[in-house]
């Protein structure tokens, strides 16, 4: 077991009608909200006017930051980091997924950032940045946006997908009950991201880090218990609730305590699919899991015990041949992913093999996934590609 430092610095408010802690969560920061949300689904499910009714009666003054994209873009960061410098803004309220928090983020960072070009500040390298204040309100369960301090922001111009530090929200309001409204497939795509950011740390060296495994094995068997209830009963609140704690803890850096980096292999490559098509983060990752496993096993038997430990102990599976055993965890991966209803190749999505090459190498930008879990070359990341068709 490696040695580790954490330090996350956002307080939850979780469970029904924690939106009760809003006022009180916002009000050491200031007067000036910044209110930013995404295509209409708040507005939709009543809590758009609920949020509203909370701070006209607390007093703030709103500026609204509507429209942020799924796989937000830097254009949308440079809308908002206008909009607090012209409106004196003191802290930001995100209401939203992933990507509303991650803009939001960028956002509070960009505030600070000493220069004109903000796509910079998402390509350069640093680390957490100066930023204002934020506080979300959680409406998908994918991410864990709301428990770390990274941000993806895209530039379809350019066909680049980054993720950065950026900053913590400084508290996190997760209410179950707002997920109530979430397409099925959306549901799934985020449940699949949420196992996708567990096994991104589970494939990894280190063999004897046993709370970051038997965390990450809880956290699987959790969403495969939950996510199937969740698709037939969309109210279920046990499930919701189920699906919210999982995905803030799979992103949390806990999952990966003690451990060796592994790479996420699956992210590095799945970013660059949303990068030149905009799909769905979950989507492209649940196509992409199962072949990558498939394939470093194939290149590295020696990681077939991590794989058997796999089938055990998450798919509750057996039998005396290691190799066997070993595949029929992956194949139960993906049959729960084809059941969950998610769209499991890259030709469904309409995707073929014009950009492979160019993908592979930006996945692999500066030889990065040399030290993955299973060392990858951009041939590797070319053939695992091919196998997602
Ligand atoms: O835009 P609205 O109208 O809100 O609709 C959204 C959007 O169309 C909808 N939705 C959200 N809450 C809903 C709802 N629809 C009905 N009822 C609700 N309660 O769902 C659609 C997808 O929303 P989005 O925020 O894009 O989804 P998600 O939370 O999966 O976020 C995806 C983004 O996060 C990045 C991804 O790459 C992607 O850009 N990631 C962020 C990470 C992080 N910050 O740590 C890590 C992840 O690995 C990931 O890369
Ligand atoms: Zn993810």
Known sequence: MLNYTHDIPTVIHFGKGQISRLDESLRPYG?????????????????YDEVMEILNKGGYIVTELAGIEPNPRIESVEKGVELCKQNGVDVILAVGGGSTIDCAKAIAAGVYWEGDDLWEMVTSKHGTLKALPLVDILTLSATGSEYDGGGVISNMKTNQKIGKSFTFPAVSICDPTYTFSVSKYQTAAGSADI??????????????????????????????????????????????????????????????YGKQGTGWSCHAMEHQLSAYYDITHGVGLAILTPRWMRYILRKDPSCTGRFVRFARNVWGLDGEDEQALAMAGIDALEAFFT?????????????????????????????????????????????????CL
């Not at 007067?31 to 809590?47: D, F, H, N, P, Q």
């Not at 060296?205 to 199937?228: C, Y």
């Open 339 to 387: 059941e969950s209803g998610i769209p499991m190749t890259l030709t469904a999505l309409g995707i073929g093999t014009e950009h492979f090459e160019d993908m592979a190498n930006q996945a692999n930008g500066g030889g990065r996934l040399s030290n993955a879990y299973v060392s990858l070359t951009c041939e590797d990341v070319v053939a695992i590609f091919h196998d």
């Open 31 to 47: 007067k000036r909200v910044l209110l930013a949300y995404g295509g209409g689904s708040i507005k939709k499910i009543g809590l």
């Open 195 to 256: 196992m996708s950011h567990i096994l991104e740390n589970y494939f990894s060296r280190t063999d004897d880090s046993d709370l970051a495994d038997g965390i990450s094995e809880t956290v699987l068997k959790s969403v495969i218990r939950n996510l199937p209830i969740a698709l037939k009963e969309p109210d279920n609140y046990s499930a919701r609730a189920n699906l919210m704690a999982d995905s803030s803890i799979a992103c949390s850096g806990i999952p990966a």
